[in-house]
């Protein structure tokens, strides 16, 4: 499947969702915009190919993830800086980094960086799995 239909059916689920918002109006603004994007992001992973033989296991010993409400909490200088605008980064020992909010009590992260950083470590411990920042080398 080539990336412009990639693209095309993520817009379309993006404005499906902003239509479906439109007409609710009792949704809040952030379950609004979470749904948009799982779907999106589910949509455009639905449209890859099936690989029914696909058991790949890894195995991270020792994984600490860290939850920050301020980038001053980052333990590397680069992510510290707010003009980098990293939302998270995985390190070499086995943490992953991201910003965190408490809502109701609770502790939320955003998935998507969270996910995101998971890849690192995964490709980091298997070359088999894509670097998540290099996606578009695979044509995604």
């Not at 333990?75 to 992953?96: C, F, H, P, R, V």
């Not at 909010?101 to 890849?119: A, D, F, Y």
Request: net charge negative.
């Amino acid at each position: 499947m080539g990336t412009n239909r990639l693209v095309w059916i993520i817009w379309i689920a993006v404005l499906l969702f902003a239509l479906h918002w439109l007409l609710s109006g009792c949704a809040s603004t952030h379950q609004t915009y979470r749904e948009a994007a799982f779907r999106a992001s589910h949509t455009a992973f639905a449209s890859l190919p099936d690989d029914p033989a696909l058991h790949e296991i890894i195995c991270i010993e020792g994984l600490i993830v860290h939850i920050v409400g301020s980038r001053t909490l980052f333990d590397w200088n680069d992510a510290q800086d707010a003009k980098n605008g990293l939302a998270g980064y995985a390190s070499s020992e086995n943490g992953i980094w991201v910003f965190g909010k408490t809502v109701g009590g609770k502790i939320v992260v955003n998935p998507t960086v969270l996910g995101h950083e998971l890849g690192h470590l995964l490709n980091w411990k298997n070359p088999k799995m894509a670097n998540p920042d290099t996606l578009e080398e695979l044509g995604l």
